[in-house]
C-alpha cells in the first residue's frame, strides 16, 4: 500500500466517490475510513456536504457564496428554536460549515451585528488588526474551517475575528506538524493552555 493520503490532498471527485460509495449502502463509515485510509470524520464531512450541495459540493468556491445580515439572522433563530444542531442548520440552509453557523450563533449571542457578507472578491487584509490569544481547541477549529473552505484565509480571519497571518501560519503549521503545529507562536514558542 502506498503512502496515506491527507485529508486535503483529496480533490473533488476523491471526495464525491467516497460520498456516493457511503450513501450507496457500500460500507459503513469505519469502513470506508479503514478502506481508504482517511478519519471517519472527514467522511462524515464529505457526505453531510454531498447531501446539501449535490454534485458540484466539493468545487463551490466559499468566496462566492454571500449572506446577507437577514439571512443569517434567520438561520441564528431556527438554531435558538431548537430547530436542529448546528450541523443540521447549516445543510437545510445549504451552508458549507457548521462551524458558519456556529460563528453567527455566537456573534448574535454576544449582541454582535450581524452583516451582510462581503460583495465577492472583496477582502482586506487588516494590518491593524492585532493577533489575539487563542486556545488549541480554537485554533484548531480554525484551521479545520480554513482548510474545508479550500484555504481562504481572509474569510477565516473575518469569521473568527482575527488575523490573515495568524490564520495561515496556523493552516501552514498544521499541515507541516499535524496538531502540534498550531500550539506554537510565531517565534516557535510552545503555547500554555492560553
Known sequence: MGRRKKRDEWDAADKLKVAKEYL???DSF????RKYQLNESSIRKWVAKYKTFGENAFIIRPANLNYSAAFKEEVVKAY????????DIA????????TTVLQWVKRYNNHE?????RPEGVYHMVKNN???????????SIVEYCIEHDDNYPLTAGQYNCSYAQVRSWVLKYRAEGIEG???????RK???N
Open 80 to 87: 435558538l428554536h431548537g430547530e436542529g444542531t448546528y450541523k
Open 24 to 26: 450507496a449502502g457500500h
Open 30 to 33: 469505519v469502513k470506508l475510513g
Open 91 to 98: 445543510i437545510k440552509y445549504k451552508i458549507q460549515a457548521a
Open 182 to 188: 498550531p500550539m506554537t507562536d510565531g517565534e516557535g
Open 191 to 193: 503555547q500554555k493552555g
Open 113 to 117: 451585528e450581524l452583516k451582510d457578507s
Open 130 to 140: 492585532p493577533a489575539r490569544k487563542t486556545t488549541l481547541e480554537e485554533r484548531l
